[in-house]
């Protein structure tokens, strides 16, 4: 049973435009909400992260937006560059920290020039 | 100032062989995670380690698989008698801290399994 859901296997956006990636959860004991990138043969790198006490979150060009009542989060890339194409994963955890994070399948941005 | 280092990054096991996978953590970091990513799919936790104490295994299965992490030396992934379904690829992660909560997860390059 998927508690942490990414329904968009890729997506594709033209560089200088938004890319949005979206994520969803079924487990609501879930406070805690990060996004991790992929590039091909390397381990993943944290991104940008959200409680759950706030609704957004922003870093940069990343903005992550968290949406408890929907259970649904989103990541914000704004302009979206050419070396942000990678696979991104969301995970989510619970409170206390001694669980391990509960990943989504993965969305694979590609940015078109 | 290494990273999360992972061997070997590629190993080619036939069934019935048992596989080792190895884990050095971050400098400072005394928390070590070990993932597991099949081919699709996202990244499945498997178990959370402390010097010498495995904190939680949750995501282990049941037979066939270990880990230690050691008071000296890297954590050690450890597969007894591989199948074919074992293949995949095993992410390690480290953190300063207890659990991810109050910091990110540092992720190794990742240790590709390949059972014939």
């Known amino acids: 049973d998927q508690q942490v859901k990414q329904n968009s296997p890729s997506l594709s956006v033209q560089e200088g435009r938004i890319s949005i990636l979206n994520c969803d959860y079924t487990?609501?004991?879930?406070?805690?909400f990060l996004w991790y990138k992929k590039y091909p043969a390397e381990g993943p790198t944290f991104l940008i992260s959200?409680?759950?006490?706030?609704d957004k979150n922003e870093d940069g060009r990343f903005t992550v937006f968290l949406n408890k009542s929907a259970k649904h989060l989103s990541l914000h890339i704004v302009p979206s560059q050419p070396g942000d194409s990678a696979v991104y994963f969301c995970?989510?955890?619970?409170?206390?920290?001694?669980?391990?994070?509960?990943f989504g399948k993965g969305t694979h941005l590609i940015i078109q020039p | 100032n290494a990273g999360v280092m992972q061997n070997p990054r590629h190993l080619v096991r036939r069934r019935g062989q048992e596989a080792r996978l190895r884990c050095s953590p971050m400098?400072?970091?005394?928390?070590v995670y070990w993932y597991r990513q099949l081919p699709e799919e996202g990244l499945k936790f498997m178990v959370y380690?402390?010097?010498?104490?495995?904190?939680?295994e949750s995501g282990m299965p049941k037979e066939r698989f270990s880990a230690e992490f050691p008071k000296e030396g890297p954590s050690i992934l450890r597969i007894q008698q591989v199948v074919r379904g074992d293949s995949a690829a095993y992410f390690c992660?480290?953190?300063?801290?207890?659990?991810?909560?109050?910091?990110?997860?540092?992720f190794g390059e990742g240790s590709r399994l390949t059972v014939l």
């Open positions: 380690l402390q010097k010498e104490n495995i904190i939680d």
């Open positions: 992660a480290s953190s300063s801290t207890s659990g991810p909560n109050t910091g990110e997860l540092f």
């Open positions: 487990n609501s004991m879930f406070d805690y």
């Open positions: 995970a989510a955890t619970t409170g206390g920290g001694a669980d391990g994070l509960t």
């Open positions: 400098k400072g970091h005394s928390h």
């Open positions: 959200i409680s759950s006490i706030k």
